[in-house]
């Protein structure tokens, strides 16, 4: 699913930008609210619940898009999250989580609590923007809801990958919010993972210029 960092031609010299990349479980109506069932939402647990056998083919799927990602991006909360529950964890999937370089997005927070971790201050969309001048390659986004919501209503997106869990929960937080107008995209793949999970991948389709 990795493809090549974007390429914009600045002035005379031509520069390669990060690809800002989503990726997230969901279920069938949208719902990202506790997955794991450890946070008090009365639907929570539904990543295990729904995702049964096929989360063996999930992991795999995960495994190889972290293999190929040139760092983790999380917003302050997220990096409390995974701090919490993957840096206890071995093997290859927790492994290569926690020794890749991450940012934190936060404007109160001095200190990251996942590993190999740089907190970057002040105003989101300026601090994602030069990040993109600076890490070559996929930069993957987890979680991070509302900074996801930022993201995107200023087109600092480039990717958004979905597996899509077979159940309608009804109720819960949700990826999407409102943005200032709309935001196409275009389909780049869609495939089973197992036997019930839909992965979906969406590509913005913006000029690759015009944003940060």
């Given at each position: 699913?990795s493809a090549?960092p ?6 005379k010299?031509t ?16 719902v990202?609210e ?7 939402f009365?639907?929570?647990?539904w990543?295990h ?6 989360l ?25 999250w ?37 907190v ?5 969309v ?12 996929d930069?993957?986004v ?36 409102e943005?200032s ?7 780049l ?8 999970i ?15």
């Amino acid at each position: 699913m990795s493809a090549s960092p974007v390429t914009v031609n600045l002035g005379k010299e031509t520069h390669e930008m990060g690809r800002i990349i989503i990726t997230t479980n969901s279920s069938l109506d949208g719902v990202v609210e506790d997955p794991d069932g450890k946070e008090g939402f009365r639907l929570g647990g539904w990543f295990h619940r729904h995702g049964g056998a096929d989360l063996e083919a999930w992991a795999q799927v995960e495994l190889d898009e972290a293999l190929s990602a040139a760092a983790l991006l999380v917003g302050r909360r997220s990096d409390e999250w995974f701090a919490s529950r993957w840096l206890s964890r071995d093997g290859a999937f927790a492994d290569r989580l926690n020794e890749l370089p991450k940012y934190v997005v936060s404007t109160t927070l001095q200190q990251a609590l996942w590993s190999n971790a740089t907190v970057l201050p002040g105003d989101p969309v300026q601090a994602v923007s030069a990040l993109r001048r600076t890490v070559d390659g996929d930069i993957i986004v987890y979680a991070s809801y509302e900074l996801c919501r930022t993201l995107i209503e200023h087109d600092l997106v480039d990717e958004l990958r979905l597996m899509i869990f077979p159940v309608v929960l009804g109720a819960g937080a949700r990826l999407f919010g409102e943005t200032s107008g709309a935001k196409p995209m275009r389909l780049l793949s869609a495939r089973t993972v197992g036997a019930g999970i839909a992965f979906v991948s969406y590509g913005f389709t913006r000029d690759a210029g015009t944003a940060g």
